[in-house]
């Protein structure tokens, strides 16, 4: 997935992937090594507060990033992740196809938006063709081009996290799957939104987006027992978790219930819906069984696989990210949380056919 333009690349052969929404800034510096894997040079959150974008810009020249080859990941509050049927047109008319097959879907004209598709899939599974769409608004575009702009950084691509998460997934996965398999991940991340995907033969095929209470990663989980996990089952309709493809990208709120939430409501509403759509996906494709479940969720992420994991009655594992980023083990857990999903941009492979 990717957001092109047309800038020329500096000399350096650094990599440094940015994301900057709600005022704050998230960065991962890395340095290819030889033989596969990246050093990580720098990481870290820069905030932009009452200065403005001169304070941020500040910031970000005291960690030395100015100049350098860089690609931005949007966070999900900043696009809509839809999945449409592929229109029967010449691969160069996708994107003015999906740009008006999505009017409806959009809360802005579709002037002022900025959209790329992606194939859902790996184009090898039969029946009607399926594109996801990611629709930004220009002005989203353009504050982080003004950004670019002040940075002196040649933006090589615009990302997206599902994808970029795609990309973390299958490389947990290489080797533990057969390519008829599919592996599922899920990510929580402060932003209080939590990110299903099921990819197999390194592409995705699914992804769903839940909304968390404030202060889920932060709760003191208990156990929960079948009898709750029912009642919190009851009030979710069907209609809720079977994807509507004909609508924006479905988002659950688990946050919202019919009496106040307790510490664990949160997650037992998380495990009923992360069920759902591993039942949905078990239904709906099964020639590609699922492999396993693997999770991140910061410091309790561990916790969480195993709270997880009793609930689903399988084992659930953390997504790691292993050897491939020499020196991400000795940052910060804030800064871990916060950058995590950026590291995914860095393993993107090119070209990726529609």
């Not at 500040?58 to 990941?73: F, K």
């Not at 202060?215 to 069907?238: K, M, N, Q, R, Y």
């Not at 609930?311 to 991400?328: D, H, I």
Request: hydrophobic share 45%.
């Amino acid at each position: 997935m990717s957001l092109r333009w047309p800038w020329s690349r500096s000399s350096s052969t650094d990599q440094l992937v940015v994301s900057w929404a709600s005022g704050a800034l998230a960065f991962v510096r890395v340095r290819p090594r030889k033989g596969g894997g990246f050093d990580l040079v720098a990481a870290g959150i820069a905030h932009q507060g009452e200065h403005g974008l001169d304070g941020l810009v500040d910031q970000l020249e005291a960690h030395d990033l100015r100049g350098l080859n860089a690609a931005v990941m949007l966070r999900p509050e900043q696009y809509q992740f839809l999945q449409i049927d592929a229109p029967a047109v010449a691969p160069e008319e996708l994107r003015a196809a999906a740009r008006y097959l999505i009017r409806d879907m959009v809360p802005t004209h579709l002037d002022d938006i900025t959209l790329d598709v992606l194939r859902v899939g790996d184009g090898q599974q039969t029946g009607t063709r399926h594109l996801f769409v990611v629709a930004t608004t220009n002005a989203v575009i353009q504050e982080l081009m003004q950004l670019a702009q002040r940075m002196q950084w040649p933006v090589q691509v615009i990302d997206v996290q599902e994808t970029a998460q795609r990309n973390l997934q299958s490389l947990g996965a290489s080797g533990q799957a057969t390519q008829s398999m599919a592996s599922a991940a899920l990510v929580l991340t402060p932003e209080h939104q939590a990110i299903l995907t099921i990819s197999a033969n390194e592409e995705l095929f699914y992804t769903r987006r839940f909304d968390l209470p404030d202060g889920f990663l932060s709760h003191a989980w208990g156990e929960v027992v079948d009898s709750e996990v029912s009642a919190i089952d009851a009030f979710t309709p069907v209609e809720e978790y079977v994807p509507d493809y004909a609508a924006p990208s479905p988002s659950v709120d688990l946050g919202v219930a019919p009496s106040p939430l307790t510490a664990d409501d949160g997650l037992q509403r998380l495990v009923v819906e992360v069920q759902r759509s591993l039942d949905l996906w078990e239904r709906t494709w099964s020639s590609k069984p699922l492999s396993g479940l693997r999770l991140y969720a910061g410091e309790r992420s561990a916790e969480l696989a195993d709270k997880v994991g009793q609930q689903l009655g399988q084992t659930v594992g953390v997504l790691a990210l292993g050897a491939m980023f020499a020196g991400w083990s000795d940052l910060a857990p804030a800064t871990q949380a916060a950058c995590m999903p950026l590291l995914g941009v860095c393993l993107r492979t090119e070209p990726r056919k529609l």
